[in-house]
């Protein structure tokens, strides 16, 4: 079974930044849209950001100005640049991966990671 495995979470001041990666375990010939999720505790997971196979991507409102999604296409990397952060953004951070070309809802994702931890203190 595939599985995206992610990395780059830690403990952060707020201002600080941090830089999450998520690569597939093993070849995927069949991603195409990608995304972050985050889930904080009692909460549900909600959407960070998403990218296209083109490069078009889609912020959530909270991180707009302030996260970079990016990607490698020829190795379905992605990586999430976050900025000026916030003790509202401590979560378990969580990559996505679709065959579709945009990202479908959180239901129907095929792939996901484990998750990594991102801790912001004020």
């Known amino acids: 079974q595939v599985q995206l495995v992610e990395s780059g979470g830690g403990l952060v001041q707020a201002g600080g930044s941090l830089r999450l990666s998520c690569a597939p375990s093993k070849s995927i010939f069949s991603i195409n849209a990608m995304g972050w999720y985050r889930q904080a505790p009692g909460k549900q997971r909600d959407l960070v950001a998403t990218i296209t196979r083109g490069g078009r991507t889609n912020y959530a409102d909270p991180v707009k100005g302030r996260f970079t999604i990016s990607r490698a296409n020829a190795n379905n990397t992605m990586y999430l640049q976050m900025n000026s952060l916030k003790p509202e953004d401590t979560a378990v951070y969580y990559c996505?991966?679709?065959?579709?070309?945009?990202?479908?809802?959180?239901?129907?994702?095929?792939?996901w990671g484990q998750g990594t931890q991102v801790t912001v203190s004020s």
């Open positions: 996505a991966a679709s065959p579709l070309l945009i990202m479908p809802p959180r239901s129907r994702v095929d792939y």
